[in-house]
Structures are given as C-alpha cells and as structure tokens.
Antibody, heavy 117, light 112 residues
Framework: EVQLLESGGDLIQPGGSLRLSCTASGFTFSNYAMSWVRQAPGKGLEWVSALIGSGESTFYADSVKGRFTISRDNSKNTLYLQMNSLRAEDTAVYYC??????????WGQGALVTVSS | DIVMTQSPLSLPVTPGEPASISCRSSQSLLHSNGHNYLGWYLQKPGQSPQLLSYLGSSRASGVPDRFSVSGSGTDFTLKISRVEAEDVGVYYC?????????FGQGTKLEIK
C-alpha cells in the first residue's frame, strides 16, 4: 500500500524558515517524480514544486522560486521542501504527491504551515 | 501559464440525478503522444485530494463506473450518471502538459 506521510508543519514568523518532510512507502521511491502542492485556507490547489526521480531536475512555481528548495533522499525514501523567507501568503496545507504518467496518483495527508507574527 | 477554467463553481444535485462539470484550458492539452494531459481530482470534506481520472479519459483504479470523463484539446467534461451522498466535495481538473502544473478553481458538489 502506497503511503505518503508529511511532517514538519508549524507556526513560523514572517521571514523565517521551515523544512517539510514526506516519507514514502509502498513503492520504489527513486523511480518516481514527486511534487509539493499547497492549499491556502478555504482556497483551491496550487502546485508548488517538483523533481524527477534522480533529483537532478527541479521545478518551481514563480510564487516560490528563489525561496523554496525541493530535494529528496532516495536512500531514506524521503522528499523535502526547504522554505525560506516565508510570507503570510505561504500559509497553507502542504501536500506531497507522487507523480505517475501525467497526474498525481497518491497524496499525503498534508502538513499545515502557518506564517504569522 | 495554462489557465484552467471550471464551470459551474457550485453544483447542488439531488441524489440519483446526473451531474456534469466542465473544464476548459487556455491551450490544447493534447500531447504529441496522442494523450491529453488532463486529470480530475476529488477532495472530499476534510480529506486530501484523490485521483479520479487521468490522461483525459481514463478512470483511476477503484473509481465507480458512474463517473465518466471525456474531451480532448481544450474542452473536457466529468459526468456522474447518478449522484450519491459520498460524491460530495470539491472537484478539480489539472493540466500536466507543461510546468507550472495548474488547477481549475474547483467545483463544489453538494447534495440538495
């Protein structure tokens, strides 16, 4: 059974940093591209970042480019999102999602990040 | 960026009745391999999104056959033949043809 478990969500002050983790199980993690998708309170879904199985290629939404860094440790079956210079508008539930063909076939339960003073 | 537009945004439906959601993209989602890079997702209340369909017209594993998807290019439709109470939630379409991947605004289906 595929499982994705996010951790690291917290209340953080504007300008601060936070690292999210997503631990995967039930599939060969290194074979699949992964993404982070976020959802602000009461809002829709927004794709944030992605990287391929090897981790060599990364992609970002303009809204987070230069502030967020996606990475993975295939030996630990773990995906990361390092978030720096956080802003109030980054407040959201962050989901990690497994990419298959042209869609996200599995999603984690989400990690809440609240940016507020 | 490819803009995804869904309609309607709110969809009240009587149980047992059909429902239909439209999703339009600002550019064709037809890949050179012949597949449309369009997926549908359902986010039930309090839950993470779940995949309903992929590549424009294929139902995901475990999705009831009362759900059907169709379309190509820029126009896509999700249909529910007979709505059940468990179908409530917000439905999203998403394009994965080009980065940034983009979602529609979401269509909230509720039971009358």
């Amino acid at each position: 059974e595929v499982q994705l478990l996010e951790s690291g969500g917290d209340l953080i002050q504007p300008g601060g940093s936070l690292r999210l983790s997503c631990t995967a199980s039930g599939f060969t993690f290194s074979n699949y591209a992964m993404s982070w998708v976020r959802q602000a309170p009461g809002k829709g879904l927004e794709w944030v970042s992605a990287l391929i199985g090897s981790g060599e290629s990364t992609f970002y939404a303009d809204s987070v480019k230069g502030r967020f860094t996606i990475s993975r440790d295939n030996s630990k079956n773990t995906l990361y999102l390092q978030m720096n210079s956080l802003r109030a508008e980054d407040t959201a539930v962050y989901y990690c999602a497994k990419f298959w063909v042209a869609e996200f076939d599995y999603w984690g339960q989400g990690a809440l990040v609240t940016v507020s003073s | 960026d490819i803009v995804m537009t869904q309609s309607p945004l709110s969809l009240p439906v009587t149980p047992g009745e059909p429902a239909s959601i439209s999703c339009r993209s600002s550019q064709s989602l037809l890949h050179s391999n012949g597949h449309n890079y369009l997926g549908w997702y359902l986010q039930k209340p309090g839950q993470s999104p779940q995949l309903l369909s992929y590549l424009g017209s294929s139902r995901a594993s475990g999705v009831p056959d009362r759900f059907s998807v169709s379309g190509s290019g820029t126009d896509f439709t999700l249909k529910i033949s007979r709505v059940e109470a468990e179908d409530v939630g917000v439905y999203y379409c998403m394009q994965a043809l080009q980065i940034p991947y983009t979602f529609g605004q979401g269509t909230k289906l509720e039971i009358k």
